[in-house]
């Protein structure tokens, strides 16, 4: 009996990558059609891939080089506070425009606590979520994006040879810029304004994974000129998505992450329009098989049974970007998607859910994998 097994366990398992394969260039075969002069009325509208936007090389300035990468420079602003121990102003602007997540999220179990808490915004920028997540589940989180007028500003300061301040504590940004799934009307982001003590200032930027040290870190802090509803300009700390996280093209944010910032932006009181902005931004929309297949896989890799760097992890994925359409495609591009999405993520969430069980029944659930229960279970 054991060699019927084994022929049809070969037979599975090449029939589930070549139908992955399929579906994969199906979903290209129709982005590629976009590019065509002659579009089929079938794929007007079609948004072409997201594609990971690759780290520029940047010259050294010194006689000799590494082939380890640094961590990003932190801002002269951020330096010279925290060695005088003085107050930072930052500019949340995603899920920290609203207060209580700000307040819980220090990873050391203490209370951020928080001086001044107020609506503002930053000109010349954007809320962006060109930060590379994970879909179905989280395709894309918040970031603060320049706008081709704050490029063009620099560039002209540049020409002139008067670099600011800001723009040398910003330097290590790269010029590339993302383009939005769907733009506020206006060149500006609005968002919160916190006063923090340089203590727990560090607390919000352990939170996010700035300060570490890592090469690897997601964000990096940038210096802006923040407006606030009510009083003054200050200079401000706010994140963007580093190059080896930002996607050339924002992907649509989960619901469960829109409607933490929806809810910050009401309670903070910020401009209406700009409220209703961020109502009428597309969703990441999946079904709940698809979502809870997602669920499982990611149990199999928290259970540390498979490392989150393993290669298998990192395969994986590339090939979900690789298949990843918007909610703003068309209903044959959403379908071939998710599809593929499934069948990516299908062999790990076998072992997986078995996983998944056993967290549930011995109650040993991370804060990750409880928030994914909650949100798509």
């Not at 009083?231 to 700390?237: D, K, M, P």
């Not at 298998?312 to 994925?317: C, D, I, P, S």
Request: glycine share 6%; with cysteine.
């Amino acid at each position: 009996m054991s060699a019927p097994t084994s022929t049809t366990t070969r037979l599975s398992s090449k029939f589930l990558v070549s139908a992955l394969l399929l579906l994969t260039f199906l979903v290209d075969t129709v982005h590629s059609a976009q590019a065509s002069k002659s579009k089929p009325a079938l794929i007007v509208g079609i948004k072409p891939l997201f594609k990971r936007e690759e780290p520029k090389a940047v010259e050294s300035t010194t006689a000799t080089t590494t082939a380890t990468p640094q961590p990003p420079p932190r801002p002269e602003l951020v330096t010279q506070s925290l060695e005088k121990n003085a107050d930072l102003y930052y500019f949340g602007l995603g899920s920290n425009m609203l207060r209580e997540k700000l307040e819980n999220r220090a990873i050391c179990g203490s209370k951020i606590k928080v001086k001044s808490f107020q609506p503002a915004v930053v000109y010349n920028y954007r809320l962006a979520f060109n930060m590379k997540g994970f879909p179905p589940l989280e395709p894309g989180m918040g970031s603060l994006e320049p706008t081709t007028s704050c490029m063009d500003a620099e560039q002209q300061l540049q020409q002139l040879n008067q670099p600011s301040t800001k723009q040398q504590d910003n330097a290590s940004s790269s010029s590339s810029i993302s383009k939005p799934l769907c733009a506020y009307q206006e060149n500006e982001c609005h968002g919160a304004l916190v006063r923090l003590s340089a203590e727990d200032y560090e607390k919000v930027m352990r939170s996010e994974g700035v300060g570490h040290g890592r090469s690897d870190q997601g964000y990096e802090e940038v210096v802006v000129d923040a407006v606030p509803y009510k009083g003054r300009v200050v200079q401000a700390v706010a994140l963007r998505a580093r190059s080896h996280v930002r996607l050339s093209q924002d992907p649509a944010p989960s619901q469960r992450y829109m409607d933490i910032l929806k809810q910050g932006a009401q309670e903070l009181g910020l401009a209406p329009a700009y409220v209703d902005f961020l109502n009428q931004h597309p969703v990441q929309q999946s079904s709940a098989w698809t979502r809870r297949i997602a669920v499982c896989n990611l149990a199999l890799y928290s259970s540390q049974l498979v490392s989150f760097q393993s290669k298998l992890r990192k395969l994986q994925v590339w090939l979900l970007w690789r298949v990843y359409v918007p909610p703003t495609a068309n209903v044959l591009q959403r379908i071939l998607s998710e599809l593929a999405i499934g069948m990516i993520l299908l062999p790990g969430a076998i072992p997986g859910s078995l996983c998944f069980l056993h967290m549930k029944r011995t109650n040993k659930m991370n804060g990750m994998m409880k928030a994914l229960a909650d949100n798509h279970w």
